[in-house]
């Protein structure tokens, strides 16, 4: 991994992205996504974990994170590993998931093809960590960040989605998940 991809300083926002093998829509299902928040939100209560801005995706989120107890690449590491075996789990469980052989299929194949899996690759490798020491690139990483789900046709106003934390910045109504703004 290049210099420009490393946490920079634990307590400095960084604006990562966790990207699903094979870019599959796992997150179309609220299932999925409700695993995604009660990992975010333990990793908030028992790890350090400071959420500036999110959003959960189709098929990645982004998050702006920092920390103030423990070093924020081994909590994204954590968090990457237990919502994998969660939402293999959760997929495996569910009798009806349309697209849940398919879905199995497709992570265990990416697993078998990375030697630090033993089984299922849910996770891209990586998240791309970018510091973010400037108010400008603060601001940008917002704008792009919340204006995600805008791009993807889902809603007019970014406000209006429900995982994301455009409502705390536009409305300043609490959303799903305690943010540092």
């Known amino acids: 991994m290049s210099e420009k991809y490393k946490i920079a300083a634990d307590t400095q926002p960084h604006f990562v992205t966790c990207t699903i093998t094979g870019w599959v829509d796992v997150f179309s299902r609220e299932a999925y996504r409700e695993k995604i928040l009660e990992s975010l939100s333990f990793c908030q209560s028992e790890k350090g974990l400071l959420i500036h801005a999110w959003v959960i995706m189709s098929n990645h989120l982004h998050l702006i994170v920092s920390s103030k107890a423990n ?13 994998a075996k969660q939402i293999i789990a959760a997929i495996r469980d569910n009798e009806n998931e349309s697209r849940r052989e398919w879905m199995l299929n497709l992570f265990l194949y990416a697993g ?15 998240y791309h960590p970018i510091v973010l020491d400037s108010p400008v690139k603060i601001e940008q990483r917002l704008k792009y960040l919340h204006e995600n789900p805008v791009r993807a046709g889902w809603v007019r106003e970014p406000q209006d989605y429900k995982y994301s934390s455009a409502v705390d910045y536009y409305t300043g109504t609490k959303g799903l998940l305690k943010i540092e703004l």
């Open 71 to 83: 070093a924020l690449a081994d909590i994204i590491r954590d968090f990457k590993k237990y919502t």
């Open 112 to 126: 078998s093809r990375n030697g630090n899996n033993k089984e299922y690759q849910f996770w891209k490798s990586g």
